[in-house]
């Protein structure tokens, strides 16, 4: 089945190059790319790319013309008068990637988008800094909630093979019975069989996204695999920038 891979074309300000989204993805054989200009989606006011109908027109007919040289299934979602229609986008995508997050547009990446497009998008999404190298090593968060799951299932699919050889570390929060005992042995159970490498490192609920960027902050270029809570991280300036300093890559699902 043909993986969906969604994208902002308009994010940032130098120009994409869709031969590195080929590469971060050149083992999935069946995909494809839908781009969408966040200008078209979010109100006027935040609107800040300065970017109208001619260069968009320019920029999209570049992308396809790269697109086709490369082989590449592209497309890109129409201009809308309400924002719901990039959610609904997203519902039937299997991944939204953004890419580059640095320290100079992290403060503003939730203002950035549509209203409340973390919270509704219907697929996961993918923060990274650097497609060609986006992780060195991988953080799981265990907390119990299915989305996190959600997040880990669509992170192997897209990247389990590619990642077999790389260090997996699961932050766990303190189970609170037995059944969530037994579901975080059966993770490590799991993931032991994927990755050869796998160690677990207990958390506190308390401050938790604080926790975890302060903890990650360790590691070379990791990627933290997340459910829900990814959104209290995103949405404070001072955890986001300190992510984007150290290099984190976010792999998050709300759903």
Do not use: W
């Not at 109208?52 to 979602?77: C, G, H, P, R």
């Not at 924002?83 to 991944?95: G, M, Q, R």
């Amino acid at each position: 089945m043909k993986k969906q891979i969604l994208f902002p074309v308009d994010f940032q300000s130098s120009q994409i190059h869709l031969a590195e989204y080929a590469k971060l993805f050149a083992h999935i054989d069946n995909k494809s790319f839908t781009g969408f200009f966040l200008r078209d989606f979010v109100k006027p006011a935040k609107s800040k790319s300065g970017c109208n109908e001619s260069d968009k027109s320019a920029i999209q007919t570049s992308l396809e013309d790269e697109a086709k040289s490369l082989n590449l299934d592209m497309s890109f979602v129409k201009c809308q008068t309400s924002s719901n229609s990039l959610v609904n986008e997203s519902k039937f995508s299997d991944l939204a990637l953004i890419n580059p997050i640095t320290h100079e547009n992290i403060g503003q990446l939730i203002k950035t988008f549509p209203d409340h497009f973390f919270e509704e998008v219907g697929c996961p999404i993918f923060i990274s800094e650097d497609l060609l190298h986006p992780y060195e090593e991988i953080l799981v968060l265990f907390d119990y909630d299915q989305s996190g799951l959600a997040a880990l299932k669509s992170f192997l699919s897209f990247f389990g093979g590619q990642s077999s050889n790389k260090k997996v570390t699961i932050l766990t929060v303190s189970p609170d019975d037995a059944p969530e005992i037994h579901l975080e042995k059966y993770l490590v159970s799991y993931l032991q069989k994927i990755f050869s490498d796998v160690g677990i490192v207990p958390m506190s609920n308390r401050d938790l996204a604080s926790q975890i960027v302060t903890y990650a902050s360790k590691f070379n270029k990791p990627v933290l695999i997340m459910g829900r809570a990814a959104l209290h991280l995103l949405n404070d300036s001072e955890l986001a920038t300190k992510m984007a300093d150290n290099h984190m890559s976010i792999f998050y699902s709300n759903n």
